[in-house]
């Protein structure tokens, strides 16, 4: 399905929506077939020993698979994650940024399923597996 | 199972081993059938609106979780989430702290099992339901 | 919520939407607050060893968050599973039935939201925890 | 990691392991990077309408984990499902076999990690989606 939004217009439009985190995500590659998109790793999203936390990981998850719905469907404001299934693998990489390569794998009236894996750039071996399920609020007529 | 962490003296633990959440997290009743954990809400915790974010209510998950876990097992730095499924339900009420309702399912020899349910304080309706895996490092001999 | 159907009711309607699980599901109770399945064992829901399989179990939360669902909202043959996380604890008694307990966490327009705690007939110690999502099909106008 | 099975050892473990499903499951492609496992479907799969049945899909997809991690660790009867999420995201072909692609994300010392893609025959469109976690037990010692 044709993409309606160009990386620029993204992440315009998420550091609109989403200005607590603007600065946070920057999106490396979307098109049809696959998104990556990037955490910019700071020592906010840190524990101890230097690697990328729990829920700065489901942050970065739960925003590629918001992007990979919205690309195709455009502005939607009331889209809104219903599940997400998270499994931790391995530990990430100390101080590098981590990096999401999200795949849609339904995209329904009412909801979406995105499947994502993460990776700190530079390996190939992934760290974390997520799939997540957004409502999509009906489309408003007339 | 008997409980070996005192509520103060888990909020020291946790203060030590996470200094970069301290402050945001508190226990408000730990026995043996049930932990409530707190999300003290702040500014950085919100989305427009007013509302708490998805990664907040997965941190006060994953939190509840190890602390359910540890407070029967001890210190044991190297325990790890490997697995956290997450429903969101409902938009928590705006400028609310949440809480955390865990009661740990399953305390194997090599990983525990918690059920977390969270609500807007004042409300008995809950926001979101979550299931977590940690996986506990297999004993020091000697 | 009040529920539309009696537990007759709801035997019957299985029987007829399901009927080649007929005889292997059977309520005990279903009321606004609980609803408990019970997984009548024969001998092909066994594993080597007398033990339910992963696929019976998954049968039994399944039917239970159907259940649990259609009781509130009546005959709507299009609701379907979307998810299910389910996690396997302990092993179940050999030879002896399964009851699920099943609490509709949400009822929303487009789907609800189950929460099922399995155990062997006469133990308190849960073998298995699902949470299943079911999407509701958007109501009949006229 | 190299396999330690053909797909005809496999075949006659799982014949020996699961007499009960003997016939059900077939493997297509077994090697390192992928391995397909087949439904054989036949009515008792079926719902009304000829289409399989959720629990169906999940045995499958829990016997594809299975195959998968087993063909690296070799006969390890002990090893158990710990946890499966599972998002069904369309309907299957009707009297079509289904096949899963199951892709091992992890093998650890303690638990693996699968992820299932499942598609009707001749579709190039997923039907289910699924991750699932299997429990090694430790290594003999002697």
Chains 1, 2, 3, 4 share one sequence.
Do not use: W
């Not at 794998?105 to 974390?128: C, F, H, I, N, W």
């Amino acid at each position: 399905m044709a993409l309606v939004f160009t990386i620029t217009e993204m992440n315009a439009y998420l550091a609109e929506v989403f200005p607590q985190v603007d600065g946070m995500f920057g999106i490396d590659q979307m098109d049809e077939d696959l998104l990556v998109m990037r955490l910019m790793v700071s020592d906010s999203h840190l524990r101890p020993g230097g690697t990328v936390s729990g829920p700065s990981m489901f942050a970065l998850a739960d925003v590629s698979a918001y992007v990979a719905t919205l690309a195709r469907i455009g502005r939607q404001a009331l889209t809104v994650t219903t599940h997400c299934s998270i499994d931790f693998m391995r530990k990430p990489e100390s101080g590098r940024d981590l990096l999401a390569q999200a795949r849609l794998l339904k995209l329904g009236r009412t909801l979406s399923v995105t499947d994502v894996l993460m990776y700190s750039e530079g390996s190939a071996t992934p760290v974390a597996h997520a799939s997540l399920t957004y409502s999509i609020p009906p489309a408003r007529i007339g």
